[in-house]
């Protein structure tokens, strides 16, 4: 599934409940991606469930920032409800994140704990942060 077939599904959850969904313009990214990273490291190793999904993303691009808060029970719901094998059906470019859905359960990431999930800085300067709070 593509980055922004995966924004989609996650907008598309945030819209149906109380989620934050904010796209912005920004020609630098990095005070941003700072201050999530320290919000995230604020939980990093606490013991708890997670109550919260967060991404942000840079589309360097673009210059469009979007940040996603969504509540655990709604990402639950999406896991239950959401045909993904249907998702990546004829999707051929994302072949690797079909085999990740396969092998990575909700249950894992939740197991993960809080805080930072994943980090990416692409080469050409698309950024991802994903943390659970």
Known sequence: MSRPSILAVILAAATQAACLVQITRVSDAGPVFEQARR???RYQGRPGPARELNVLVFERSERK???VSVPMWIVRAAERRVDWEKEFEGDGEDEVAQRVRRHVRLEDIEKAGLGILAEVEEEDGE???????
């Open 39 to 41: 919000d995230a490291l």
């Open 127 to 133: 950024q991802v942060l994903v943390w659970l709070r």
């Open 65 to 67: 920032l979007v940040r």
